[in-house]
């Protein structure tokens, strides 16, 4: 145990500061502080010591240059049960600091609000993090707190030990405390790596904030916990949820799936259901009631316990058209109060009000996980940059809105990925399969089962346009999807078969546009 009889904090975020500050004068222990924290701490009745005559040296630069010096690093350093240190500490005057209390400079909030460089750079802390490295280094004797959730357990491990601290605390805060300035330092060479067009420079730090931990991950046996970092984007991260129970490591994941696709239709009311991170049915509609029942109608069956995103302030009408579908989560960018009315009779179900639409278009990375190591890429932030027609026939116009409109949503199927697409809404959709021409089988008969539950005789492929994430390999698949009744294609073309494909398309009366640009998503 190791009794606390000297403090030095130094905070950016003043919540908590008057109680913590407070009890630990209450407990005989000496405080230490600097500028804007000593204010507050006097303004609170708290007798404090500045920094600045503990050194014999005031703070300069601006306030650049307080607390790196020997009094302080040397009394947060010196290991007391080492000659040497003890020695050192006693011929130069130096005294020893036992907690330490330190947020850094929000540097993370201040380029999150969108400030110029100068004001970002002012923003990255020096002293804070040197001290919190100096103090977690030492915890075999030294406190480290680096955030103020953590200022109640600081004070019960001290009433518990009589002003003291444990090994087993110490050693916690002292991990904390390194994550954090891990984290912010990685934010720092984030953002200058940003600055300096160096996406993927020679070593890459992740840091992240905790938001929740988890109940399990994909499956029951795996642990889990949903952290915030990166770019701030509009979608799961930002979204206050309104009712419902505990979000799922799978809602999570397939909300996100959900809402980037939402994102996509920008220009009017569109509805995305998602199961298992594949879009079961996506539509336009006139308004998003009208939206939503179409986005419905394409898997009524797969949509039963899914996620359903939209790109408007969901409504109440839409809401009630919901709420006769048992559903997991619903995302919109706002929630309209007759609508929460509406949902709050289905107790379970997760509302997520995202506050606004992602950018469908923003830059950033996706990161994704090996063994011993971790993946990198840009995120898939386009569609296309121009189409070609390649066969005899030009689609109509209709049909190259349909083109667009099934390419965009095949962009955010599992690979290999086909899309028929008929009126502005999915008819059927082929995800994850290891051959392209099962894909487009597999999309057909969906189309035929989505027309029979409709009550039609005749499948909802007929007349639609088909979109493949990739090129096809042979003409096999373009084969089930003129046998399945479409009358125009969209891929990226690309393949040493393109001839053969161009030719049975033109053989069937098929209208086809290559794009250039493929969208596997794995």
Same mark, same amino acid.
């Given at each position: ?261 939402? %994102? ?5 009311? #569109?509805? &995305?259901?998602? @199961?298992?991170?594949?879009?079961? !049915? +996506?539509?336009? =509609? ?123 949503? %095949? ?5 290999? #990925?086909? &899309?028929?697409? @008929?009126?502005?809404?999915?008819? !059927? +959709?082929?995800? =994850? ?90």
């Amino acid at each position: 145990m190791t009794v606390i009889r000297r403090a030095l904090i130094s905070v950016s975020d003043k919540v908590g500061l008057d109680a913590l500050g407070k009890f630990l004068v209450e407990a005989g222990v000496e405080v230490l502080s600097t500028g804007g924290t000593a204010k507050a701490l006097k303004k609170a009745g708290v007798a404090v010591k500045e920094v600045a005559d503990e050194t014999g040296f005031p703070e300069i630069m601006g306030g650049r240059v307080k607390t790196l010096h020997p009094n302080i690093h040397g009394g947060l350093l010196a290991r007391r049960d080492v000659g040497a240190d003890t020695k050192a500490m006693k011929d130069h005057g130096i005294r020893p600091i036992d907690l330490l209390v330190v947020n850094l400079y929000p540097f993370e909030a201040t380029v999150a609000k969108g400030a110029g460089d100068d004001e970002a750079i002012e923003n990255i802390d020096i002293g804070g993090p040197a001290m919190i490295r100096a103090a977690a280094k030492n915890h075999d004797f030294v406190t480290v707190v680096v955030d103020p959730a953590d200022y109640d357990a600081l004070i019960a491990e001290m009433k518990a030990g009589k002003g003291a601290t444990g090994p087993a605390f110490r050693r916690r805060m002292a991990a904390r405390a390194y994550a954090r300035t891990a984290a912010y330092d990685a934010a720092v060479a984030g953002w200058l790596a940003s600055r300096a067009d160096d996406p993927f420079p020679p070593r890459f730090a992740f840091g992240g904030t905790l938001k929740e931990k988890l109940r399990y991950g994909e499956n029951p046996h795996q642990q889990a916990a949903f952290y915030l970092g990166g770019p701030a984007r509009p979608g799961v991260a930002t979204a206050r949820q309104l009712q419902g129970k505990e979000l799922s490591f799978n809602n999570l994941n397939d909300t996100d799936a959900a809402f980037e696709l939402a %994102a996509e239709f920008a220009d009017q009311p #569109a509805c &995305v259901i998602v @199961k298992h991170a594949n879009p079961c !049915g +996506v539509a336009l =509609g006139k308004t998003l009631a009208d939206a939503y029942r179409r986005a419905l109608s394409c898997d009524t069956e797969s949509a039963f316990g899914g996620i359903v995103a939209v790109n408007r302030p969901l409504d109440a009408e839409t809401a009630e058209e919901i709420g006769k579908l048992f559903a997991e989560v619903v995302i919109a960018p706002t929630i309209d109060a007759a609508a929460v009315k509406v949902l709050a009779k289905k107790k379970n179900l997760r509302v997520l009000a995202a506050g606004s639409l992602p950018d469908a278009g923003a830059p950033g990375l996706t990161v994704r996980a090996l063994a011993g190591g971790y993946l990198l890429q840009t995120r898939d932030d386009r569609l296309f940059d121009d189409v070609k027609v390649v066969t005899e026939r030009q689609p109509t116009n209709r049909e190259m809105a349909d083109l667009r409109f099934a390419f965009t949503v %095949a962009k955010h199927v599992k690979s290999n #990925a086909i &899309v028929y697409a @008929k009126d502005g809404m999915t008819v !059927g +959709v082929g995800a =994850g399969q290891m051959s392209r021409v099962n894909a487009a089988r597999i999309a057909a008969w969906k189309a035929e089962d989505a027309a029979r539950v409709a009550g039609d005789k005749q499948s909802w492929a007929k007349g639609s346009v088909v979109a493949s994430d990739a090129f096809f390999p042979f003409a096999d698949g373009l084969l089930a999807a003129a046998a399945a009744g479409a009358t125009a294609v969209i891929q990226p073309g690309g393949s040493i078969r393109d001839e053969d494909v161009i030719k049975a398309a033109d053989q069937h009366g098929l209208a086809m546009v290559f794009t250039g640009t493929r969208h596997f998503r794995h």
